[in-house]
């Protein structure tokens, strides 16, 4: 994607604060690599980037897109699916009844072992990846206006 104008905003849920950390990591190398800037809202869970968003996005609509960071382990109970459903539909609408770009990096792991070779951006750098496909969404919402007067 060729630069634009325009800054992203990186939701990161701090609940796994080095896990978050590395997410950030490669994404902020993607976007430096595309030379567009990003600003950081960190929230305590996952729970809460979706309201975070929908907040950041109603104070200025002006941003080029939004990257959702974090990560939520499986533990003993169901709480996991519950967290993991809702976030994911609310981060689907919000992009799409939105029509915003949005990248999503949640990673959903049974182990802080799958999470680190997810995270980190020297394995799979899912920060990076999610990073790419925001940029790739504001390069098809630039190129595909919505039509009407």
Sequence with gaps: MAAEAGRVLIVEARFYA?????LTAGAE???GKAGIASERIDVPG?????????????????????LSLGCVIRG???HYDHICREVSRALMDF???ERVAHGFGILTCENRDQAWARAD??????G????AAC???????????????
Excluded at 18 to 22: K, V
Excluded at 121 to 126: K, M, N, S, T, V
């Design 18 to 22: 080095d896990i978050a950390d590395a």
């Design 121 to 126: 951006p020297g394995q799979r750098d899912i």
């Design 95 to 97: 992009s799409t009844l």
């Design 76 to 78: 003993e109970t169901d």
């Design 128 to 131: 990076g990846r999610a990073a």
């Design 29 to 31: 190398a993607e976007f």
């Design 46 to 66: 996952v729970f809460e980037i979706p309201a975070a968003m929908r907040i950041a996005h109603d104070a200025d609509p002006d941003y080029l897109g939004f």
């Design 135 to 149: 940029l790739r969404m504001a390069e098809i919402k630039r190129t595909h206006p919505p039509a009407g007067p």
